[in-house]
């Protein structure tokens, strides 16, 4: 069964500070395109759920990346802050904002076969395709509702 913390994470400047009541503590990697062209390498984060509280809302810009997704990040400081899926509503949190935390484990990766060939992660994790992930994904949902 997985675990989970309750924790808080900070933007680099400090103006958004996010309270994470329910943090998995599995990381996930996601290789996609748009994961990449936004963080600048793979997205490392965490799922936080729904039950997550932003101190600092004023400095959160969100970019809507999809229908059913969007993304937000420091106005100030542009830290990625996180990928929000918005029903039912669940916030994927940038793991670089909780700092090392010895209870977090890299447990997966999504998008795999979008990874481009000038990196790999060396650490052994489950992995995943884009499809398979729509397909755990909607399974996912179906139990949500
Ligand atoms: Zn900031
Ligand atoms: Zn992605």
């Known amino acids: 069964m997985s ?5 808080k994470g900070k933007c680099l400047c400090g103006k958004v500070e996010i ?13 996609c395109t748009s994961c990449r062209t936004w963080g600048g390498g793979p997205f490392l984060a965490i799922d936080g759920g729904e039950d997550v509280v932003f ?5 959160i ?5 999809s ?3 969007e993304r937000g990040f420091c106005k100030n400081c542009g830290t990625n802050l996180f ?7 669940k916030y994927i949190l940038t793991v670089g904002l909780f700092g090392e935390d010895n209870a977090f484990n890299f447990d997966h990766q999504v998008f795999i076969d979008e990874k481009p060939g ?10 995943m395709t884009g499809e398979e992930c729509f397909a755990a994904f909607s399974a996912c949902q179906e139990k949500n509702d």
């Open 118 to 127: 000038y990196y790999n992660f060396a650490n052994e994790t489950k992995n």
């Open 83 to 89: 990928y929000h899926l918005k029903k039912p509503s």
């Open 19 to 31: 309270h994470a009541k329910k943090l998995q503590t599995q990381i996930g990697a996601c290789h």
């Open 61 to 65: 810009s969100i970019y809507n990346s």
């Open 55 to 59: 101190t600092g809302e004023e400095y």
């Open 3 to 7: 675990k989970t913390i309750e924790t």
């Open 67 to 69: 229908d059913w997704a």
